[in-house]
């Protein structure tokens, strides 16, 4: 073998056993075989370049050089590689499909309330909504609810007193979403047809079945000749497309000073019945508060509870699970 071969046999073993070195303790061992400076293979092969001729020693000494160079960058090139941290950017294979993303999910209620929109927007009714805040006329008074009635006793309302201590006159967190019903009265002539879906607040003590804050569904239709056959079959034709099955609705006589007649709202589901909240045609007083002609127009309303629906179509057993944003009960939905 020449010495040109010699050069080359040397390169290609220490490459070799560069790459192939697992740990920096085998690197290190590489180094002393290939790279040592009192004995080993460098060495040995420097001690061929004294032995060559004069005129030889020049260009063999300059291949000597690059090979030794090329050896000692592949060397420390390694010792890096095996120093940094697997999960360093050069660890990576970047072609690998990565861990696939945790996408959130809408809320079963969101999800719960857009369903009723769409399904009330295929009806035809618009949606409209109102503040959570609000005074005594669009939460009672326009409501025909007097001045004397439980409904408006305090320690069954959330009355804000620093907010009235600046508007001057009371205001609570709303107890219904009836309020929305006169304030787009107040805003538009007849025909009207709208749903509201937003936030109610009572001081309810929390259990399984009730919460201080929950969600209604307020439905107000009103033209020259509504009747309560429009009532029942809206409701049912809702309570069909976001059941699912064909729903049987059941009207019991009851009392909301804002409607007359009045009605709980129950529907057969799942040999069940299922109490969904009140309605009843809206009551002239109503009417007349907003400036309608309750000669001319009639009208029926309803208000749903939210979570009574959401809770049965999921079997969820307790309204506080919907409250207590724990990710491990939502990414179920
Ligand atoms: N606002 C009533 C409540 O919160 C529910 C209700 C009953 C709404 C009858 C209506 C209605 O629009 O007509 O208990």
Redesign the pocket.
Known sequence: MDVQEQFADYESAALDAVRNAESAEALEQVRIEFLGKKKGRLKDLQSLLGKASPEERPELGKRFNEVKQRVEQAWGERKDGLERPPESVEGIDITLPGNPLVIGTRHPLTQTMDEFRLIMGRLGFAVADGPEIEDEFHNFEALNIPHDHPARDPLDNFYLETAQRFSGKPLLLR????TV?IRVMEQTRPPVRIVSLGR?YRPDAVDATHSCMFH?M???MVDDSVTMADLKTVLRLFATAYLGDDVHVRFRPSF?P??EP?VEVDMRWKDDWLEI????MVDPNVLSAVGYDPEQYTGF???LGIERFCMRRHGIDDIRRLFDNDVRFLRQF
């Not at 107890?175 to 009836?178: A, E, I, L, V």
């Not at 909240?277 to 009843?280: N, V």
């Open positions: 107890s219904q979403t009836s019903q109610v209604q307020e439905g107000l909301f804002f409607t009045s909240g009140g309605a009843g309303a309803f208000g």
